[in-house]
């Protein structure tokens, strides 16, 4: 049974920082495409940074290039973002998701981040 569970949202102030953790059970994530997503009030959920090989190849959003920092773990089966020089436009709710190439798709519950004074 597959399990994703995010942790390390907050509340932060502008230019403040968190990392966000997912901690993955059931399937290996070397395996899959790991990303983070988020999603906005009012918004649909986009694509914030992505490791999407098992070398470790990673891609970030435009919004996110230079403060954000996604990473991966094989030995602990864990995807982290590093969020740096956070701001308010980055106030969303961060998800974790797996794809694998034959097309099985996991999502984690969601993790709440507040930037805001």
């Known amino acids: 049974q597959v399990h994703i569970v995010e942790s390390g949202g907050g509340l932060v102030n502008p230019g403040g920082s968190l990392r966000l953790s997912c901690v993955v059970s059931?399937?290996?994530?070397?395996?899959?495409?790991m990303s983070w997503y988020r999603q906005a009030p009012g918004k649909e959920r986009e694509l914030v940074a992505a490791?999407?090989?098992?070398?470790?190849?990673?891609n970030y959003a435009d919004s996110v290039k230079g403060r954000f920092t996604i990473s991966r773990s094989n030995s602990a089966n864990t995807l982290w973002l590093q969020m740096d020089n956070l701001k308010p436009e980055d106030t969303a709710v961060y998800y974790c998701n797996g794809l694998s190439a034959w097309g099985a798709d996991y999502w984690g519950q969601g993790t709440q981040v507040t930037v805001s004074s």
């Open positions: 490791v999407i090989s098992a070398a470790g190849t990673t």
């Open positions: 059931g399937f290996t994530v070397s395996n899959y495409a």
